[in-house]
């Protein structure tokens, strides 16, 4: 089975400015998808970004953007302009484009955005 | 709007009384998940539906299993709660694994449901 580590258990950033979550990935397949999804306290997991592997372009949306590198199977989320509603645990995931329909997940990052 | 909804949203229930936790969808997605999520760790896969086919994950419990009489619907049966058995579950949809389209592959989920074991 494929694993998700991240590495950053906790992270803290101050209001506005830019911060970097990591993840890192372990996989012999070639085609997949990457994902970062955001569980605010006591509320719903929602998708916040998806790469697809065989993209070369870094995924963007609007202040979320991510830095997919293969060869390194590092996938990592950087947040510009950050806001106290960012604050939440994210969790990055893995799936293969083709074969099985489980999704992996990494141990999550607890994010807190300082005033 | 298209979504995933589960009931739920808390449950109470004491130790070794069977629960059942259900979740329906909207999106029309051919696979159906069930996660178990504790306290600020990552979601661990229970089980999933492609279709009808059922996949149970090599260390999912007895205790726990699974219906899924259509498309939309999907039901968690937990047959004798354990203290352990205190956690967040979500249901979760997608696509199947090649399936074309846009948003195609990626994971919907549900609000959750709290169990609570006395």
């Known amino acids: 089975a494929q694993t998700v580590t991240q590495s950053q258990p906790e992270m803290s950033v101050q209001e506005a400015e830019t911060v970097t979550l990591s993840c890192t990935y372990d996989?012999?397949?070639?085609?997949?998808?990457l994902f970062w999804y955001k569980q605010p306290p006591s509320r719903q997991m929602i998708l916040v970004i998806r790469q697809e592997a065989y993209k070369q372009q870094n995924a963007t949306e609007n202040r979320f953007s991510v830095n997919f590198q293969k060869a390194a199977k590092s996938f990592s989320l950087k947040i510009s302009d950050s806001q106290l509603g960012d604050a939440a645990m994210y969790f990055c995931a893995y799936r293969s484009r083709v074969t099985g329909n489980q999704f992996y997940f990494g141990t999550g990052t607890s994010l807190t955005v300082i005033p | 709007d298209a979504m995933v909804i589960q009931n739920p949203r808390y449950q109470v229930t004491q130790f070794g009384k069977p629960v059942t936790l259900s979740c329906s969808q909207t999106l029309n997605h051919n696979v159906m998940y069930w996660y178990q999520q504790k306290s600020s760790q990552a979601p661990k896969l229970l089980f999933h539906?492609?279709?009808?086919?059922?996949?149970n994950e090599a260390d999912t419990p007895d205790n726990f299993q699974s219906r899924r009489p259509n498309t939309s619907f999907c039901f968690l049966d937990i047959r004798s709660p354990g203290l352990g058995d205190a956690a967040m579950y979500l249901c979760?949809?997608?696509?199947?694994?090649?399936?074309?389209?846009?948003?195609?592959?990626?994971?919907?989920f549900g609000a959750g449901s709290r169990l609570t074991v006395l």
């Open positions: 979760a949809t997608s696509r199947g694994a090649g399936t074309g389209g846009s948003g195609a592959n990626v994971l919907t």
């Open positions: 539906y492609y279709d009808k086919d059922f996949n």
């Open positions: 996989t012999s397949e070639s085609d997949y998808y």
